[in-house]
């Protein structure tokens, strides 16, 4: 040794944007604080309002088989190929904690795998670690994708909601040239919820076959594998699901009725427009940042948007023509959310680089696409104003000062580098702060209530746990579901549940059957024909002369 004091290196993740394990450790709680901002602020966070009403209560008496055994729709359990059951059992075998608390705690880890996925795609594309959490942070605003009906970002902890986050992290893993932890990140999102996953994990597997990378497609392989082995050992099942029959006349009228989402003729002629829009805005953006954009990556940023627009007419004529009982399952339909995700990481992304390069009109109006959809499934409407509400002129107000506010501080962030993380956060923080107040969006009404909280713990207390109720009054109301899962005590039928009908003909039978003999208020004799121990009816609509075995400011319980 010559005296000379060796420094040691310093460690490197060996991913783009991130020069030191510390930087990436920095932006993994970046991660975490703007999951907790999505899920307690805006977009929020919600439970037992959509879907989350059927898998509770299928959840619950997977854990306790005595549970709603005389529920039509708790007793045919639809989670056959995805482990969303198997790890929320695990999880509150392990934990000790019931299924609400287990679901939104994945959900509140898995928004910050959703943001982290995201930022690792926009370092890829060259942008800074702090600019990348700029883009991240937009994406997590989340949109409504009007016609399938579905969300960027799930506001209830569903299989779909599970499953993007680690689609974006894949992505994102792929990008950083990290192929085996992409591949593990896809399988698991396909574990979560195939329908979601399928596309993106073909392709993955396309791009990764055609490059010879056969190696790192073995996590991949075992996640299929493992989805297969609990498929096969699934337990509960009182009817399967048919994968291979055909559509009858009678069972597309009820899907029609009930998941007209599945049926695009019913929507594309009022959103196509609105959708050629998005995917011109989405393939402009990627124009401008393609010489920056990894070439494997390019396969997916312009693939991913064009399946989901191809997935129109895939859907129509394997469903609305060859009338094939399994396209309302899969629900190809929904990969129509690639345009719009894609529209707003790629407008982000375009974004940034043309503020950079002192492009200011562009980076405000690549900024304007990009935080449209969080306002309104109808940004053509928003973009080309034809009312005169002044709600409409004000949210088109707001996003361009939005997208302003954003351009400014990625130009002020380059004249100013020291203040570049205070800068970039505060324009990553203003849409979620400002958005849902100022804007006046509310991503999902307002259904509990202290009331149908107390007639849960009514019924769950003081009634056998084989009884079965009915909401006389409740039309297509979303409370019935509310109760189910907060009562474990089983519902005649409710519209939410008929949804069900995508997926078993038995029960689509049944459901219709019962719901045509209760969807107006009977007889209370009439119930107690039906095998109805107890009928809920609101307040107004109480029948006079016979007194509740319960009743609160808003609910009455009789015995028929």
Not at 79 to 106: H, K, M, N, S
Not at 202 to 229: D, E, H, I, K, N
Request: overall charge positive.
């Amino acid at each position: 040794m010559n005296g000379t004091v060796m420094e040691a290196a310093p460690q490197t993740p060996a991913i783009r944007g991130f020069a030191t394990r510390a930087q990436l450790l920095a932006i993994v709680l970046v991660a975490l604080g703007f999951a907790a901002i999505s899920y307690f602020w805006f977009p929020g966070h919600t439970i037992l309002q959509s879907d989350v009403q059927v898998y509770l209560p299928i959840l619950e008496r997977l854990w306790d088989p005595a549970a709603l055994a005389k529920d039509i729709m708790a007793s045919r359990p639809h989670v056959t190929w995805t482990i969303y059951d198997e790890v929320a059992i695990a999880l509150r075998w392990i934990t000790g904690l019931g299924f609400e608390p287990v679901l939104l705690f994945q959900q509140f880890v898995y928004r910050a795998v959703f943001f982290l996925g995201f930022v690792l795609v926009a370092a890829a594309c060259g942008l800074s670690r702090w600019h990348s959490v700029l883009v991240a942070a937009i994406a997590s605003l989340g949109a409504t994708i009007a016609g399938p009906a579905v969300l960027t970002v799930e506001y209830e902890p569903n299989p779909r909601g599970f499953a993007l986050p680690f689609l974006a992290l894949s992505l994102g893993l792929l990008a950083q040239a990290r192929y085996g932890w992409a591949a593990l990140a896809g399988g698991v999102a396909l574990l979560f919820h195939p329908p979601t996953a399928a596309a993106y994990v073909v392709l993955f597997a396309a791009v990764l076959g055609t490059s010879r990378r056969f190696r790192a497609l073995l996590p991949l392989a075992g996640c299929v594998a493992v989805l297969l082995l609990f498929a096969a050992l699934q337990t509960g099942v009182t009817e399967g699901q048919d994968l291979f029959g055909r559509i009858d006349p009678a069972l597309e009228k009820l899907q029609r009725l009930r998941g007209g989402y599945n049926y695009v003729s019913i929507w594309i002629g009022r959103w196509w427009r609105h959708y050629a829009l998005l995917l011109a805005a989405a393939f402009l953006a990627y124009w401008r940042i393609r010489q920056a954009t990894p070439p494997m990556l390019r396969v997916f940023f312009v693939g991913l948007p064009l399946i989901g627009v191809l997935s129109l007419p895939f859907s129509y004529l394997l469903l609305e023509r060859a009338k094939l009982f399994v396209i309302p399952q899969f629900q190809p339909g929904r990969y129509l959310l690639f345009v719009v995700l894609f529209v707003v990481v790629l407008s982000s992304i375009a974004a940034v680089r043309a503020a950079q390069a002192r492009r200011t009109a562009e980076s405000v109006f690549f900024f304007l696409m990009a935080l449209l959809p969080p306002f309104t499934p109808a940004v053509l409407d928003l973009l080309f104003p034809r009312s005169s509400s002044p709600l409409v002129w004000k949210r088109l107000a707001l996003a361009s000062g939005l997208a302003l506010a954003a351009a400014v501080a990625v130009r002020l962030s380059a004249l100013r580098p020291r203040w570049a993380p205070a800068v970039i956060l505060l324009a990553a923080l203003l849409p979620h702060a400002v958005i849902k107040p100022l804007g006046q969006v509310r991503n999902y009404p307002v259904l509990h209530s202290a009331e149908l909280n107390a007639l849960s713990q009514w019924a769950a207390s003081s009634t056998p746990r084989d009884a079965v109720f009915v909401f006389a009054d409740a039309g297509q109301a979303l409370e019935p579901g509310v109760f189910r899962a907060r009562s474990l005590r089983a519902v005649y039928v409710d519209w939410k549940a008929g949804g069900q009908v995508n997926f078993q003909r038995a029960f689509a039978r049944e459901w219709w059957r019962r719901w045509q003999s209760v969807e107006k208020v009977q007889p209370l004799e009439r119930y107690r024909e039906l095998g109805i121990d107890y009928v809920v009816f609101q307040k107004q609509q109480r029948p006079a002369g016979v007194q509740p075995v319960y009743a609160n400011q808003k609910f009455g319980v009789y015995k028929p």
